[in-house]
């Protein structure tokens, strides 16, 4: 069935929309990420204007993270105050991030700058969680006791607060600095920042793994709405009818994403998070270094 | 004065312009895009209307469709450090956003290339760049690079031979219109030729539209953005509690 997009001014098979947001749904509530890293080319590569995919697809990820989390609650795996720290330093980095965007863009070249950012973050985290995951893995299978949380430096930086849900008693500076740091990133790229917050909590806060997907989706529902906000008062490239049927989709593969992840093992969440994010860093680095079938492109003028 | 009328007579048929006049019907001179619009097929027929006998050079006929002009940032990557980058840009003035020809014949003996240039029937003329940089040399492979892609995606083509023409009076074809489809004025031009020359022209348009809810939640966004960004959230947040709330009561089954 086609339906013909208001915004975006295309035709689009609406069961293919349905299936796309079922999909980046179910990735959602299993890894605590939004998808925009996922859906966002795939919008691309079925004809949506790009400025129309990156505003809307803001939108869907507000609807099934909020699904997300409302599973997540039921479940008590959401660190609220974690959550609401990382979402303050989150909105600050946010706020830089714009600038630094706003200044990159005017040197040109921004585009080229989004697509190295991708490849490189992608394929740091990607390839680090990849290699702790696996030898985690092993490790159980050996019957080696994890190892202990290490005693390191930043318990020892004052500000201390008790995060009951995670189990964890450390001072607010670094889920601060996280949120900051995902922020301006987020900005920079385009992105809720799931696939960055994510990993920071798990290994440079040591949250546990389970907390971990609600506590990320929490904070991720804000920043897209505040993102969906400003591209439909700035660009008017929202598009309603592209996002009722991405959301559709994408809550019911929430609700799936979420009792799949509770009922697998940490390890293995995070092993299958760290390929995913592989193959998306591999695709996007063939991009840049395989010849293009197609060299010239066509863009708005006045836009970007 | 029977002579006066007969010599006023002659010097209108004599006119080239009004020797041959173009009658055109059009299966609709409206497109409506609602919600579950896929795509138009336009009929376009009509007849000539002369008045002086059928002259012994055969008769042509071209139908045009252009959608509305917008310009455009054409891009081109090369390959630095490695990596393709996008490099020169060239931007084109206008550039329709849909343009359909049809014609009786092969473009060349249909319409010469002197009448092409004064009536820009061809898609090479319909496109208008003249902002080029002087660093670039070869800014009409940028031009080329818009026709091949439009022309891959459906949004440009040339149909030779798509128009019938009988007994050099009635003439019919039938142009389709993709799904994706931008709202505006289409201009519809018809010319007749004769060795290439153009006889008459009719031009008309056909008015692509959105209606219904297309339309409300178009003029929504451009007119009350907050409201629009709001309802969207509202939306946004209403499905997920609802899956939410489904789910669990499924779940308690």
Same mark, same amino acid.
């Given at each position: 069935?086609?339906?013909?997009?208001?915004?975006?001014?295309?035709?689009?098979?609406?069961? !293919?929309? !349905?299936?796309?947001?079922?999909?980046?749904?179910?990735?959602?509530?299993?890894?605590?990420?939004?998808?925009?890293?996922?859906?966002?080319?795939?919008?691309?590569?079925?004809?949506?204007?790009? /400025?129309?995919?990156?505003?809307?697809?803001?939108?869907?990820?507000? =609807?099934?993270?909020?699904?997300?989390?409302?599973?997540?609650?039921?479940?008590?795996?959401?660190?609220?105050?974690?959550?609401?720290?990382?979402?303050?330093?989150?909105?600050?980095?946010? /706020?830089?991030?714009?600038?630094?965007?706003?200044?990159?863009?005017?040197?040109?070249?921004?585009?080229?700058?989004?697509?190295? &950012?991708?490849?490189?973050?992608?394929? $740091?985290?990607?390839?680090?969680?990849?290699?702790?995951?696996?030898?985690?893995?092993? +490790?159980?299978?050996?019957?080696?006791?994890?190892?202990?949380?290490?005693?390191?430096?930043?318990?020892?930086?004052?500000?201390?607060?008790?995060?009951?849900?995670?189990?964890?008693?450390?001072?607010?500076?670094?889920?601060?600095?996280?949120?900051?740091?995902?922020?301006?990133? #987020?900005?920079?790229?385009?992105?809720?920042?799931?696939?960055?917050?994510?990993?920071?909590?798990?290994?440079?806060?040591?949250?546990?793994?389970?907390?971990?997907?609600?506590?990320?989706?929490?904070?991720?529902?804000?920043?897209?709405?505040?993102?969906?906000?400003?591209?439909?008062?700035? +660009?008017?490239?929202?598009?309603?009818?592209?996002?009722?049927?991405?959301?559709?989709?994408? $809550?019911? %593969?929430?609700?799936?994403?979420?009792?799949?992840?509770?009922?697998?093992?940490?390890? @293995?969440?995070?092993?299958?998070?760290?390929?995913? $994010?592989?193959?998306? &860093?591999?695709?996007?680095?063939?991009?840049? !270094?395989?010849?293009?079938?197609?060299?010239?492109?066509?863009?708005?003028?006045?836009?970007? | 004065?029977?002579?006066?009328?007969? &010599?006023?007579?002659?010097?209108? &048929?004599?006119?080239?312009?009004?020797?041959?006049?173009?009658? !055109?019907?059009?299966?609709?001179?409206?497109?409506?895009? *609602?919600?579950?619009?896929?795509?138009?097929?336009?009929?376009?027929?009509?007849?000539?209307?002369?008045? =002086?006998?059928?002259?012994?050079?055969?008769?042509?006929?071209?139908? #045009?469709?252009?959608?509305?002009?917008?310009?455009?940032?054409?891009?081109?990557?090369?390959?630095?450090?490695?990596?393709?980058?996008?490099?020169?840009?060239?931007?084109?003035?206008?550039?329709?956003?849909?343009?359909?020809? =049809?014609?009786?014949?092969?473009? @060349?003996?249909?319409?010469?290339?002197?009448?092409?240039?004064?009536?820009?029937?061809?898609?090479?003329?319909?496109?208008?760049?003249?902002?080029?940089?002087?660093?670039?040399?070869?800014?009409?492979?940028?031009?080329?690079?818009?026709?091949?892609?439009?022309?891959?995606?459906?949004?440009?083509?040339?149909?030779?031979?798509?128009? /019938?023409?009988?007994?050099?009076?009635?003439?019919?074809?039938?142009?389709?219109?993709?799904?994706?489809?931008?709202?505006?004025?289409?201009?519809?031009?018809?010319?007749?030729?004769?060795?290439?020359?153009?006889? *008459?022209?009719?031009?008309?348009?056909?008015?692509?539209?959105?209606?219904?809810?297309?339309?409300?939640?178009? +003029?929504?966004?451009?007119?009350?953005?907050?409201?629009?960004?709001?309802?969207?959230?509202?939306?946004?947040?209403?499905? %997920?509690?609802?899956?939410?709330?489904?789910?669990?009561?499924?779940?308690?089954?």
């Amino acid at each position: 069935m086609q339906i013909y997009l208001p915004i975006a001014e295309v035709s689009v098979n609406a069961f !293919l929309l !349905l299936g796309l947001g079922g999909l980046v749904g179910i990735l959602s509530g299993m890894f605590g990420v939004g998808g925009g890293f996922l859906m966002t080319p795939l919008l691309f590569f079925i004809g949506i204007p790009p /400025a129309v995919a990156v505003a809307t697809e803001a939108n869907q990820i507000v =609807a099934s993270s909020f699904s997300g989390v409302l599973a997540h609650l039921r479940r008590k795996t959401v660190d609220l105050r974690m959550g609401t720290v990382l979402l303050v330093g989150g909105l600050i980095g946010a /706020a830089v991030g714009v600038v630094i965007f706003n200044y990159l863009k005017s040197l040109g070249q921004v585009d080229l700058l989004v697509r190295l &950012c991708y490849v490189v973050f992608l394929g $740091v985290i990607g390839g680090m969680m990849f290699f702790e995951s696996l030898r985690a893995i092993r +490790n159980t299978r050996s019957g080696k006791p994890p190892k202990r949380k290490k005693h390191n430096w930043i318990h020892g930086l004052p500000l201390k607060m008790r995060f009951r849900t995670s189990g964890l008693y450390i001072s607010v500076i670094p889920p601060v600095l996280v949120g900051i740091a995902v922020g301006i990133l #987020a900005a920079i790229m385009g992105v809720g920042g799931g696939f960055i917050m994510v990993p920071a909590m798990i290994y440079l806060l040591g949250m546990p793994t389970k907390v971990v997907v609600g506590t990320s989706l929490f904070q991720i529902i804000f920043v897209t709405a505040f993102t969906t906000l400003l591209h439909a008062t700035t +660009n008017f490239t929202v598009d309603i009818a592209l996002a009722v049927l991405l959301l559709v989709g994408g $809550v019911i %593969g929430a609700q799936i994403g979420t009792t799949i992840g509770t009922r697998m093992k940490a390890e @293995q969440l995070r092993i299958l998070l760290a390929i995913m $994010v592989l193959a998306v &860093c591999a695709k996007l680095a063939l991009d840049l !270094l395989l010849t293009p079938s197609e060299i010239y492109s066509i863009g708005d003028a006045g836009g970007h | 004065m029977r002579r006066a009328i007969a &010599c006023l007579m002659l010097v209108l &048929c004599a006119m080239p312009a009004r020797a041959e006049e173009v009658v !055109l019907g059009l299966s609709k001179d409206q497109v409506a895009i *609602t919600a579950t619009f896929d795509g138009s097929e336009i009929l376009v027929f009509g007849a000539v209307k002369r008045e =002086a006998p059928i002259p012994a050079e055969p008769l042509d006929a071209i139908v #045009a469709i252009a959608g509305p002009d917008k310009p455009l940032i054409v891009r081109r990557k090369e390959r630095r450090f490695g990596i393709w980058v996008n490099i020169d840009a060239v931007e084109i003035d206008y550039a329709p956003s849909f343009y359909a020809v =049809a014609t009786t014949g092969p473009f @060349q003996r249909v319409l010469s290339n002197v009448e092409d240039l004064r009536h820009k029937v061809s898609i090479p003329q319909a496109i208008r760049s003249v902002g080029a940089p002087s660093s670039i040399r070869d800014a009409q492979a940028f031009t080329d690079a818009v026709i091949r892609i439009r022309k891959k995606n459906g949004a440009y083509k040339v149909e030779e031979g798509a128009v /019938a023409l009988d007994q050099e009076t009635l003439f019919r074809t039938s142009i389709s219109m993709p799904a994706n489809l931008t709202e505006g004025d289409y201009e519809t031009r018809i010319f007749l030729t004769r060795g290439g020359r153009v006889v *008459t022209v009719y031009e008309t348009t056909i008015d692509v539209r959105k209606v219904g809810l297309e339309r409300w939640l178009f +003029n929504m966004s451009r007119e009350e953005p907050l409201m629009y960004g709001l309802m969207s959230l509202a939306i946004a947040i209403a499905a %997920g509690w609802g899956a939410s709330a489904a789910f669990r009561m499924l779940r308690q089954n």
